[in-house]
């Protein structure tokens, strides 16, 4: 039986170990690598925020479909290979992003915190090795108002990799 807010398994076997490198409309440019089914790993390539990196962020990944489980509905190829990655940074960052692979769509929401739209140049580091400091950043606020932006773009470039290889995203 499912616990409150849970939802039923899914084929992530599309998305895991993927490293793709995809650029919004604002010109932002990402590279992102599916490390497994909780994790992901990834580096800001371009954008007000670029040269920021960050690894083993924890994730919830879904497949998304058109129909529920119960509901005997033959889905896409196109609509099998969607997925939605959701996420909370250290520095109080949500990010919800559903990323169509074979239409090579990435769509995202992400909800700033106030202090990091007025300061986004202290987070531009690798994470990983200022985490506290970022969690102060974060708890110093200030938090609201919470900025959301809608975020759509194209990916250039997907290629399968290993699970859990840590030289995929490089920090330095």
Known sequence: MLQPFEEPASDLSGILGKHIIFTYS???EYEMYYKNSGTVDYK?????????????QKVSIR???????????EASESEMSSYMISWVE??????????NLNRREVRTVILFP???LKEPLKTVCFQNEHLDLMRSYRDQGPTYPIHPKIML???HFIEHCTLDNEHVINPH
């Open 153 to 155: 773009g194209r990916l």
């Open 44 to 56: 800001v390539r371009l954008g007000s925020v670029g040269g920021r990196i960050v690894k083993g």
């Open 90 to 99: 250290p520095t109080g960052t949500s990010v919800v992003q559903v990323l």
């Open 26 to 28: 604002n010109g932002w």
């Open 114 to 116: 106030d202090w990091v």
């Open 63 to 73: 497949q998304l479909q058109t129909a529920l489980p119960s509901e005997k509905v």
